[in-house]
């Protein structure tokens, strides 16, 4: 590796290969810059902004800012936490995030990163919007209230499976959310599989296999045992 | 300056706590009891005003307020109002206090339709009609967390909050520090 090929995260130095991004380049560090809407297996969406980081005073998303030699890059500084928390904060009430009777509790990256964010409480009011389940397939459920429009479900689907069973839809705040692409708009009705990449890449706990709740007792769930930034760390090479 | 030079220093003031539950199942209390012999320690250092503990009716000027559960009716709504006029500091303690919690589960249901299938027409449930006694609080259109009504302080997630968690808070207000949990005892279930 070429030995400028490094920059600087919180006055860390960061080896890139050219092409990197600095979300992929600090995660091969250990490094954790906080996101939803990232996954290193698929193409970056740039649309949750927690990744969201300041160079040279200026913010930009860190999963699409392509690493360069001699950057200085500002990541877990207080004047970001704070956003990253308010955005957190306006998901938690825009869906309904009843942590204890969720089955991903403890698994969960939404909770884990406001864990990691110290978030303590919603803050702002409740919208409590009205979001139905659908439990028609055979294998999988899945409950719309926690869904934090990330999109990994539609890249899944459609760039491993080839099946496009997701797709964005619905206008407005309450009305915009993951929709299934069949007639019915059911999964039930889809050739979606327990196999698929796209029924395990859930970051919240709206895709759910089914028979499989809660069979991790609390304690020894993932984000029990450390906190995400720990698991990023603890999962570079 | 006139006191002998033997007297022992004045005991600081005892911190006065009040604690409710409001739409909640007062698990977030019996978590508080689990910091067990503790509280031995904890009564040097405060004491207790309007709790389920005492039985005290109503809330007098008090350092710390501990809060249980959302609102779900009216009567919620003046407890939590008193405790915001009496104590200098509020705490939202467990869920449901936070973001509605189980309660809040009602909140996509029309309270009609609720209260219709639970006293008239669902079988094997009561079907003594609606009650209406007019000592009966009025259940609210839809449960809240308490933020949306008070000013809250500080808070204490968890369904319920560890016990460790509840030593946390009160050790660190009583040493005039920020309240912080840190990971292990900051969840939200």
Request: with cysteine; aromatic share 6%.
């Amino acid at each position: 590796m070429n030995a400028t090929n490094t920059f600087q995260l919180d006055g860390v130095d960061i080896p890139f290969t050219p092409g990197q991004t600095i979300m992929q380049a600090a995660t091969a560090h250990g490094v954790y810059i906080p996101h939803l809407c990232w996954h290193p297996d698929f193409s970056a969406h740039g649309s949750c902004k927690l990744c969201t980081v300041k160079i040279k005073g200026r913010f930009g998303a860190s999963c699409t800012i392509e690493a360069q030699a001699g950057m200085k890059v500002e990541n877990r500084i207080a004047e970001i936490d704070d956003k990253r928390r308010t955005l957190l904060q306006m998901l938690f009430v825009e869906g309904n995030h009843f942590c204890p009777s969720c089955e991903k509790s403890g698994n969960c990256t939404l909770q884990a990163t406001a864990y990691e964010l110290n978030m303590m409480s919603p803050h702002f009011d409740m919208f409590y919007p009205d979001r139905p389940v659908d439990a028609s397939h055979p294998d999988i459920l899945l409950d719309f209230n926690r869904c934090i429009m990330c999109s990994l479900c539609v890249a899944a689907s459609s760039e491993v499976d080839g099946k496009n069973v997701f797709y964005m839809g619905g206008r407005g705040i309450l009305g915009r959310r993951v929709h299934i692409s069949s007639e019915s708009g059911k999964l039930g009705d889809t050739d979606f599989a327990l196999t698929d990449r796209a029924a395990h890449i859930c970051p919240v706990g709206v895709i759910l296999p089914k028979r499989k709740g809660f069979e991790v007792p609390i304690g020894k769930r993932s984000y029990d045992q450390a906190p995400i930034s720990a698991h990023v760390k603890k999962a570079a090479p | 300056m006139n006191a002998p030079m033997n007297a022992a220093p004045a005991a600081a003031r005892k911190l006065r706590v009040a604690t409710t539950s409001l739409a909640g199942c007062f698990g977030c209390h019996m978590s508080f009891l689990d910091i067990d012999e503790r509280i031995i320690k904890l009564l040097d250092l405060i004491e207790f005003d309007r709790s389920p503990l005492t039985d005290i009716k109503h809330c007098g000027p008090c350092d710390l307020g501990l809060i249980e559960g959302g609102l779900c009716n009216a009567e919620n709504v003046h407890v939590l109002r008193e405790f915001r006029k009496n104590c200098k500091i509020l705490v939202a303690v467990g869920a449901c206090a936070i973001n509605g919690g189980l309660p809040a589960q009602r909140n996509h249901l029309d309270l009609r339709d609720i209260l219709e299938e639970v006293y008239q027409t669902e079988y094997l449930l009561g079907r003594g009609g609606i009650p209406n006694d007019p000592e009966l609080p009025l259940p609210l259109n839809k449960v809240h967390p308490i933020h949306e009504v008070v000013k809250v302080d500080y808070f204490l997630p968890g369904c319920p909050p560890p016990a460790d968690a509840f030593w946390k808070l009160l050790t660190d207000l009583l040493a005039g520090r920020t309240p912080s949990l840190g990971h292990g005892l900051l969840h939200y279930d």
